[in-house]
């Protein structure tokens, strides 16, 4: 990790950019209804995609986007040593369907806890 902070404004940089490239991709799923579950889970697959960081190389300290890593290793080497980085959007994948299904927990029960207050 000490690729990130001695790169820190780049990240930082990165991050802004990130931000606009993530309210973007927000404005693409316009058309489904604003709220619902499959909108959802298209905001959480562009927040993988945009934020998620992969080192360089498969033991590198040195870190970039996912998104850079693994189409550019695939290109330059084989499948399997861009696996490497398909693991961490993977790992993204997996937090990201926690989050989800925390946050569908959480919907749940409060629309419980108002029908049983409206009752």
């Not at 927000?26 to 499959?38: A, C, E, I, V």
């Not at 870190?63 to 695939?74: C, Q």
């Not at 937090?95 to 409206?118: D, W």
């Amino acid at each position: 990790m000490e690729g990130i902070a001695e790169f820190s404004g780049f990240w930082l940089l990165y991050l802004v950019f990130a931000c606009v490239g993530f309210w973007c991709w927000n404005r693409l799923f316009f058309w489904l209804k604003p709220g619902s579950d499959l909108r959802r889970f298209f905001h959480m697959l562009g927040a993988v995609l945009v934020f998620t960081p992969a080192p360089i190389a498969a033991e590198s300290v040195y870190f970039a986007p996912a998104m850079v890593v693994f189409p550019f290793t695939l290109l330059t080497s084989s499948l399997d040593n861009a696996m490497y980085a398909a693991n961490w959007f993977l790992g993204g994948l997996i937090v990201g369907a926690v989050v989800l299904a925390v946050i569908q927990l959480i919907r749940f029960l409060q629309k419980r806890e108002e029908a049983v207050a409206e009752s």
